[in-house]
């Protein structure tokens, strides 16, 4: 990264999804803050990042939920108690199979193997 002078999209995206966001880069940058121009370089990638799961996600409907994302963890959670409410109220058995049987999660993560491995293919494809 310090031997170019220019990046275009693709080499941005390439390297904030590379990025670890342990930080190192902003502590040697000497851009940094408190420089006047201030450029935080793990900000700045993770926020490449964002844009590239929202440009790349598929189907493609749902890449708005990584903008807003307090609104898609609200419905989830929401969801979830709509759901499953009534195994959360009072006090659970202690036994997490009296919660969550097991044939429940094998289907529940079946399916969003399934669903990651044909996303994975459609986006191979493309």
């Given at each position: 990264m310090t031997r170019r002078l220019e990046f275009g999209k693709a080499d941005v995206h390439y390297l904030a999804n590379i990025c670890h966001n342990f930080g190192a880069c902003l502590h040697a940058c000497q851009y940094a803050p408190p420089n006047p121009f201030g450029v935080n370089?793990?900000?700045a990638m993770a926020k490449a990042r964002v844009e590239t799961?929202?440009?790349?996600?598929w189907p493609g409907a749902l890449g708005a939920l990584y903008k807003r994302n307090g609104l898609t963890l609200s419905i989830?959670?929401?969801?979830?108690?709509a759901l499953w409410g009534s195994s959360w109220?009072?006090?659970?058995?202690?036994d997490f199979y009296a919660i969550f049987p097991h044939n429940?999660?094998?289907a529940m993560f079946s399916a969003?193997?399934?669903?990651?491995v044909f996303a994975l293919g459609m986006g191979a494809r493309c």
């Open positions: 370089l793990p900000q799961y929202a440009d790349y996600a989830a959670l929401a969801m979830n108690g109220s009072g006090k659970p058995a202690g429940m999660l094998a969003v193997f399934l669903c990651a």
